[in-house]
């Protein structure tokens, strides 16, 4: 049923996203032992997660709602499919003596990892085990969640700030950018190695002052090896209509080579290695 005032509630996805901040369905969800977690897929080969050949698990369960969200079907956990932490333990085992060779690991992504933290500690408990590199692809808005110990268990973190602008933030994720700029200090000051990634979108995060802002932040910090900024794509964008969400950037067209290399340089300019 549409909510009133809510004329664009046409699925069950919409309400939720008008709900959103909150989304108290997924928090409330998360198994607070770690014996099972929703998962929406694996990748085997990713060359772009992480060093290496790894093994990419994608979890359901996300708090944010960005405009260009590739994977809208990762939102809540039930879309998901619900694996016990054995299974998921015994699949990873599976692959580990290959991932070794190749000098690769475990990248646990999503949605959001640290939605379901207890279930993504065990796994990369288990990876360590096995002996692979581990790295947490997060937006870093449930940074909280990772103690000291969890991260103990995590080689490398891909932290996607989406913004530098707290307003463009807000616009593009619905949530505040606080937490993630918390999260990205508390590494630094952990030394725990990190990618930076950024995507941009032109007109929404391609301001001058917006990257410019980022590249400062970023530039001090001893820990982040990498500023990768990802150019927008329109390849998400079917799941938006599949799933009956009205997706705002349909006219958005993917950044030209000279405004990718204008935000590449002001990042080295500012003395970030980027790519
Ligand atoms: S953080 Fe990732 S999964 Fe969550 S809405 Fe944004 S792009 Fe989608």
């Known amino acids: 049923m549409a909510m009133l005032g809510e004329p664009w509630a046409t699925s069950r996805y919409d309400l939720r996203v008008s709900q959103s901040p909150d989304a108290p369905d997924v928090d409330q969800l998360d198994d607070s032992s770690g014996g099972y977690g929703w998962v929406h897929s694996y990748e085997t ?30 939102w809540h956990l039930r879309d998901g499919t619900r694996v016990s932490i054995e299974r998921a333990e015994l699949a990873l085992a599976g692959y ?49 969640r990772a ?18 602008e707290p307003g463009t933030y807000r616009k593009v994720t619905r949530q505040d950018l606080q937490p993630t700029i918390a999260f990205a200090e508390r590494l630094a000051r952990l030394n725990k190695p990190v990618w930076v ?21 970023i530039a001090p910090m001893g820990n ?20 009956g969400l009205r997706y705002k950037l349909e006219g958005t067209e993917p950044p030209t080579s000279d405004l ?16």
């Not at 003596?97 to 999503?110: D, E, F, K, V, W």
């Not at 103690?147 to 700030?161: A, G, S, T």
């Open 197 to 217: 990634r950024f995507v941009l979108v032109p007109g929404l995060t391609d301001a001058p002052a917006n990257v410019e802002g980022l590249a400062r932040f």
């Open 147 to 164: 103690d000291d110990e969890y991260l103990e268990n995590v080689d490398l973190v891909l932290l996607d700030i989406k913004s530098w």
């Open 260 to 275: 990718h290399n204008r935000v590449l340089e002001q990042f080295r300019a500012a003395g970030c290695r980027a790519r």
């Open 224 to 243: 982040v090896e990498w500023v990768e900024v990802l150019p927008f794509h329109q390849m998400g964008s079917f799941k938006w209509k599949a799933i």
């Open 96 to 144: 580990a003596t290959a991932l070794r060779s190749m000098g690769g690991g475990l990248t646990i992504s999503g949605g959001e990892p640290l939605v379901q933290a207890a279930f993504t500690r065990r796994l990369f408990s288990a990876a360590k085990r096995l002996g692979l590199h581990t790295a947490l692809d997060t937006s870093g808005f449930l940074g909280v």
């Open 45 to 74: 080969g990713s060359t772009v997660d992480g060093p290496g050949v790894r093994v990419t698990v994608f979890m359901n369960g996300c708090f944010l709602r960005c405009m260009y969200c590739h994977n809208p079907d990762t």
